[in-house]
């Protein structure tokens, strides 16, 4: 652990924050991260403040290697981050907006998730009444000949998120992609501050509809580190069993809409069939198609009986006889990898430097996968591998989600196998606490960190959706490609609005 | 792709009966649906989705409508991608304060007759985000609505039949053909 314990680490330890380090540091120090983490020492993996306070979530170079560092700011400023590291300049602009804290010499000051439309400003900090004013956003100039711009959004052609894109085009070829997200934000961070746990629990499981369970583990996580408790083993399998059907109903979802997306619909239908029958297996199983609410702290809200388990075991048996059939289709159909391969590229060097997780990152040379570093249980015990692919075009953002695929049911077969017995809820004591969660969803790594207060409540919660990561990353896969491109990068990056917008 | 097609050919479809239209929302649009309006339409209903602050599960069962199981279009009702062509829209989420101004003005831009469908719990009245600085709360808050659909999400068989009602809600009493 030499990055993280040197001087950075020199700073107070808080007690009662688990499982990793919180150390409350000085400006100085607070730079030394920052340059740190620029120079690609250590890796980003959160940035988040509460009044007066601000934190930072390291990876070191070994990814067991993770620690917070927290900066007090009595006079509403810190050193920005993103002035050293562009992975945290929309962290930092959103967290200005939400609490008012000033990021010192901050390269970019336009407003991100505050669109001049709540009435209020810095909604968690000072909380000023403001008339809405709705005023035009700045988006960066590009200059050059013949450039046009194509805006599209909010309300997109599909039936999907809303968020909206400015391009800059020369003829065909898009010259910048501007995103400007922020339309669906809720609040959530608001919500959570004095809720209930069973009431933040759900909170958090409809931060990102489709990483609902991987949301609802990585709470469950937290709290039961600012606990000091475990849920017991079985609880823990039966949470692992409905991550993985999740990542496998939007592995299909997601390799099905690229195809779609290259006009190859005969995909899209067939692995729409094997997401529905996985929807279907988990209302078997878990009594919710989508598995919301299962999870909870303290354990799980849901039991697998033998009814269960032969769904799953049918489930398994069909994807096994079907889904090869579909691999075989995609990787002989010229005129889809026509439009797959070579598209989108993402460099290994930039996956790294904003620590992309998820199939965007493993595309592109990043093996981080948090159920394997830092790891939790059950994953520890299981066999499986991760995939690892370096061009990092949409083919091989397509080509990781098929291997996953076949390692989930694979993890599937192994958690049927030997499943505990035993208790599916361990009693929440009700004592104040910090706790931190890593937890690998199939869109990559969601974070959590959680305190409690004394009397059992949230006192403050921040959720990282690891499409904080990517979003940015997609305008630079699109760079040079075609307008009639972009749904394909689009839908291979497959970040979440909700979950970034929180 | 031919040997995949030709296994096909030999398979009974995947697509299963519809389902009854709800009751519920059939008397609930009673009152509301022009007979009139309705008949000029006839029984093909072009919807635009808006997402207008959702957490995206209504979205992903939405679109199970589309698949072999449900088969949306087979009614009749299919997705559009302009408010333009549009006849239905079909909103999810607590109407965040960010989204607002898009679906109004996705509302003024689909042409009359129209309809709208709150789908999900949030659409209702803000569900669990209800009361944050940031949503201004139920669909029905910013554009009138026509029919709820409830649910967290509702699943598909459950949107299906909501849609279902709004297409009889028009049509001649028990007149309804037996689709499938």
Same mark, same amino acid.
């Given at each position: 652990?030499?990055?993280?314990?040197?001087?950075?680490?020199?700073?107070?330890?808080?007690?009662?924050?688990?499982?990793?380090?919180? +150390?409350?540091?000085?400006?100085?120090?607070?730079?030394?991260?920052? @340059?740190?983490?620029?120079?690609?020492?250590? @890796?980003?993996?959160?940035?988040?403040?509460?009044?007066? @306070?601000?934190?930072?979530?390291?990876?070191?170079?070994?990814?067991?290697?993770?620690?917070?560092?927290?900066?007090?700011?009595?006079?509403?400023?810190?050193?920005?981050?993103?002035?050293?590291?562009?992975?945290?300049?929309?962290?930092?602009?959103?967290?200005?907006?939400?609490?008012?804290?000033?990021?010192?010499?901050?390269?970019?000051?336009?407003?991100?998730?505050?669109?001049?439309?709540?009435?209020?400003?810095?909604?968690?900090?000072?909380?000023?009444?403001?008339?809405?004013?709705?005023?035009?956003?700045?988006?960066?100039?590009?200059?050059?000949?013949?450039?046009?711009?194509?805006?599209?959004?909010?309300?997109?052609?599909?039936?999907?998120?809303?968020?909206?894109?400015?391009?800059?085009?020369?003829?065909?070829?898009?010259?910048?992609?501007?995103?400007?997200?922020?339309? +669906?934000?809720?609040?959530?961070?608001?919500?959570?501050?004095?809720?209930?746990?069973?009431?933040?629990?759900?909170?958090?499981?409809?931060?990102?509809?489709?990483?609902? +369970?991987?949301?609802?583990?990585?709470?469950?996580?937290?709290?039961?580190?600012?606990?000091?408790?475990?849920?017991?083993?079985?609880?823990?399998?039966?949470?692992?069993?409905?991550?993985?059907?999740?990542?496998?109903?939007?592995?299909?979802?997601?390799?099905?809409?690229?195809?779609?997306?290259?006009?190859?619909?005969?995909?899209?239908?067939?692995?729409?069939?094997?997401?529905?029958?996985?929807?279907?297996?988990?209302?078997?199983?878990?009594?919710?198609?989508?598995?919301?609410?299962?999870?909870?702290?303290?354990?799980?809200?849901?039991?697998?009986?033998?009814?269960?388990?032969? !769904?799953?075991?049918?489930?398994?048996?069909?994807?096994?006889?079907?889904?090869?059939?579909?691999?075989?289709?995609?990787?002989? @159909?010229?005129?889809?990898?026509?439009?797959?391969?070579?598209?989108?590229?993402?460099?290994? !060097?930039?996956?790294?430097?904003?620590?992309?997780?998820?199939?965007?990152?493993?595309?592109?040379?990043?093996?981080?996968?948090?159920?394997?570093?830092?790891?939790?249980?059950?994953?520890?015990?299981?066999?499986?591998?991760?995939?690892?692919?370096?061009?990092?075009?949409?083919?091989?953002?397509?080509?990781?989600?098929?291997?996953? +695929?076949?390692?989930?049911?694979?993890?599937?077969?192994?958690?049927?196998?030997?499943?505990?017995?035993?208790?599916?809820?361990? !009693?929440?004591?009700?004592?104040?606490?910090?706790?931190?969660?890593?937890?690998?969803?199939?869109?990559?790594?969601?974070?959590?960190?959680?305190?409690?207060?004394?009397?059992?409540?949230?006192?403050?919660?921040?959720?990282?959706?690891?499409?904080?990561?990517?979003?940015?990353?997609?305008?630079?896969?699109?760079?040079?490609?075609?307008?009639?491109?972009?749904?394909?990068?689009?839908?291979?990056?497959?970040?979440?609005?909700?979950?970034?917008?929180? | 792709?031919?040997?995949?097609? #030709?296994?096909?050919? #030999?398979?009974?479809?995947?697509?299963?009966?519809?389902?009854?239209?709800?009751?519920?929302?059939?008397?609930?649009?009673?009152?509301?649906?022009?007979?009139?309006?309705?008949?000029?339409?006839?029984?093909?209903?072009?919807?635009?989705?808006?997402?207008?602050?959702?957490?995206?599960?209504?979205?992903?069962?939405?679109?199970?409508?589309?698949?072999? =199981? =449900?088969?949306?279009?087979? #009614?009749?009702?299919? *997705?559009?991608?302009?408010?333009?062509?549009?006849?239905?829209?079909?909103?999810?989420? $607590?109407?965040?304060?960010?989204?607002?101004?898009?679906?109004?003005?996705? =509302?003024?831009?689909?042409?009359?007759?129209?309809?709208?469908?709150?789908?999900?719990?949030?659409?209702?009245?803000?569900?669990? *985000?209800?009361?944050? =600085?940031?949503?201004?709360?139920?669909?029905?808050?910013?554009?009138?609505?026509?029919?709820?659909?409830?649910?967290?999400?509702?699943?598909?068989?459950?949107?299906?039949?909501?849609?279902?009602?709004?297409?009889?809600?028009?049509?001649? $009493?028990?007149?309804? $053909?037996?689709?499938?």
């Amino acid at each position: 652990m030499p990055v993280l314990t040197d001087q950075i680490l020199q700073g107070e330890r808080i007690r009662d924050h688990r499982p990793w380090p919180r +150390v409350v540091v000085d400006s100085g120090a607070w730079t030394v991260a920052a @340059t740190r983490v620029a120079d690609g020492h250590a @890796t980003l993996l959160g940035l988040w403040a509460e009044p007066g @306070t601000v934190h930072m979530a390291l990876l070191g170079e070994a990814a067991s290697d993770i620690a917070i560092v927290s900066l007090a700011c009595p006079d509403g400023r810190f050193p920005s981050v993103g002035r050293w590291h562009a992975p945290a300049l929309r962290l930092e602009r959103g967290l200005r907006d939400l609490f008012g804290l000033e990021p010192a010499d901050l390269p970019d000051e336009r407003p991100w998730l505050d669109h001049g439309r709540w009435g209020v400003r810095h909604p968690l900090g000072g909380r000023a009444e403001t008339p809405p004013s709705g005023a035009p956003y700045g988006f960066l100039p590009a200059e050059g000949e013949s450039l046009h711009q194509i805006p599209v959004g909010p309300v997109h052609a599909g039936i999907i998120e809303p968020g909206h894109f400015r391009f800059t085009a020369n003829g065909e070829t898009v010259v910048r992609l501007e995103e400007r997200l922020g339309y +669906v934000h809720k609040g959530i961070e608001s919500l959570m501050a004095g809720a209930e746990l069973e009431r933040a629990a759900q909170l958090a499981g409809r931060t990102s509809g489709d990483s609902t +369970v991987a949301y609802a583990i990585a709470f469950a996580r937290a709290v039961e580190s600012a606990l000091d408790i475990e849920a017991p083993p079985r609880a823990q399998w039966l949470r692992a069993l409905m991550a993985e059907l999740e990542r496998l109903a939007n592995h299909f979802g997601d390799i099905g809409a690229v195809c779609n997306d290259a006009a190859f619909a005969l995909m899209h239908a067939h692995c729409g069939v094997l997401r529905e029958r996985v929807l279907r297996a988990a209302d078997t199983c878990f009594g919710h198609r989508l598995m919301r609410d299962r999870v909870v702290p303290g354990g799980v809200d849901t039991e697998l009986d033998e009814r269960g388990k032969t !769904a799953l075991r049918d489930l398994l048996a069909n994807i096994r006889e079907r889904f090869p059939r579909l691999v075989h289709l995609y990787d002989n @159909t010229a005129s889809l990898l026509d439009r797959t391969v070579g598209t989108g590229i993402l460099k290994p !060097a930039l996956a790294r430097q904003y620590g992309a997780g998820g199939y965007v990152g493993r595309a592109s040379g990043r093996a981080f996968d948090a159920r394997r570093m830092p790891g939790y249980p059950p994953y520890d015990g299981l066999a499986f591998e991760v995939p690892l692919r370096d061009e990092g075009d949409v083919n091989a953002r397509v080509w990781i989600r098929i291997r996953e +695929v076949e390692q989930s049911l694979s993890l599937i077969d192994q958690m049927l196998a030997r499943l505990p017995g035993g208790a599916l809820r361990e !009693a929440l004591p009700q004592r104040a606490g910090e706790g931190i969660a890593l937890v690998e969803g199939f869109r990559g790594d969601i974070l959590v960190w959680v305190r409690l207060g004394p009397d059992g409540k949230v006192l403050r919660c921040h959720l990282r959706d690891p499409s904080w990561f990517q979003w940015p990353l997609l305008e630079a896969a699109i760079e040079g490609n075609i307008v009639a491109d972009f749904p394909l990068c689009n839908k291979s990056f497959n970040c979440s609005y909700s979950g970034h917008d929180l | 792709m031919r040997d995949l097609l #030709f296994r096909n050919i #030999f398979r009974t479809p995947l697509t299963e009966p519809a389902p009854d239209a709800d009751a519920e929302a059939m008397a609930a649009l009673a009152a509301r649906v022009d007979r009139a309006a309705h008949r000029r339409l006839g029984r093909s209903l072009a919807i635009r989705e808006v997402d207008a602050g959702s957490c995206n599960g209504c979205e992903l069962e939405i679109h199970a409508l589309n698949n072999a =199981y =449900y088969d949306l279009e087979r #009614f009749g009702i299919r *997705f559009v991608a302009s408010p333009r062509h549009a006849d239905v829209l079909l909103v999810t989420g $607590p109407v965040t304060r960010n989204m607002r101004e898009a679906l109004e003005r996705t =509302y003024n831009a689909t042409p009359d007759p129209k309809w709208v469908v709150a789908v999900g719990d949030c659409a209702v009245d803000g569900g669990c *985000f209800a009361g944050s =600085y940031a949503v201004v709360g139920g669909v029905a808050d910013v554009v009138p609505v026509d029919l709820h659909i409830r649910g967290c999400p509702p699943s598909p068989t459950h949107l299906l039949r909501g849609l279902l009602a709004l297409l009889d809600a028009g049509a001649a $009493p028990a007149k309804r $053909p037996a689709a499938g």
